[in-house]
């Protein structure tokens, strides 16, 4: 099995800031992606940025392309997102996801991103 590990959010200003972690641990596969999603009070669930571990390719929510970056470090099965100019819009739970090619879709437990004055 693999388990995910979040960690980075929290409360900031407008214009701050926040990067955010997930690590992979356990059975990784060699082979597989890792993403963010997000959900805001009151809304759907959606899509803000991937990243293949292995190539380094990434995708991105053209809302957020902008402000958003996604990486990883693949000898620690980790991935972050750095997010810039934040707005209180962004305010949303956070979830890693892992993306096994074969099994499916892993979701973290989430992770509280709150961008208010």
């Known amino acids: 099995q693999v388990q995910l590990a979040e960690s980075g959010g929290g409360l900031v200003q407008p214009g701050d800031s926040l990067r955010l972690s997930c690590e992979a641990s356990?059975?990784?596969?060699?082979?597989?992606?890792m993403g963010w999603f997000r959900q805001a009070p009151g809304k759907e669930r959606e899509f803000v940025a991937r990243?293949?571990?292995?190539?380094?390719?990434?995708f991105y929510a053209d809302s957020l392309k902008d402000r958003f970056i996604i990486s990883r470090d693949n000898a620690r099965s980790t991935m972050f997102l750095q997010m810039d100019s934040l707005k209180p819009e962004d305010t949303a739970v956070y979830y890693c996801t892992y993306i096994h090619p074969l099994r499916g879709t892993l979701w973290g437990q989430g992770t509280q991103v709150t961008v208010s004055s």
């Open positions: 990243i293949t571990m292995s190539a380094g390719s990434t």
């Open positions: 356990g059975r990784i596969a060699s082979i597989y992606s």
